[in-house]
Nanobody, 112 residues
């Protein structure tokens, strides 16, 4: 059974950095593109970033472009989201996903 587990969330101040990690199991990780999404309180879930199976094709939403970096390690079966210059509006539960599989999410709170 395919499973994803996010970690690394927490409380940080504006301008600080945080790295999220997503560990995959139960499927051939190296064959699938991976995505990060987030859902802020009272808002719909929004797509944040995607990386293809090889790691060569990467896309970001406009709201995080230039501040966030997605990467993957196929041997370790992990996908990482490095978040820099965090803003209060980045506060959300962050989820990794591939196809119809979602993790449980990790909370990121940016507040002074």
């Amino acid at each position: 059974q395919a499973q994803l587990a996010e970690s690394g969330g927490g409380l940080v101040r504006p301008g600080e950095s945080l790295e999220l990690s997503c560990a995959a199991s139960g499927f051939l990780f190296s064959l699938y593109p991976m995505n990060w999404h987030r859902q802020a309180p009272g808002k719909e879930r929004e797509w944040v970033a995607s990386i293809d199976s090889t790691g060569r094709i990467i896309k970001y939403s406009d709201s995080v472009k230039g501040r966030f970096t997605i990467s993957r390690h196929n041997l370790k079966k992990t996908v990482t989201l490095q978040m820099n210059s965090l803003k209060p509006e980045d506060t959300a539960v962050y989820y990794c996903n591939t196809r119809d599989t979602w993790g449980q999410g990790t909370q990121v709170t940016v507040s002074s």
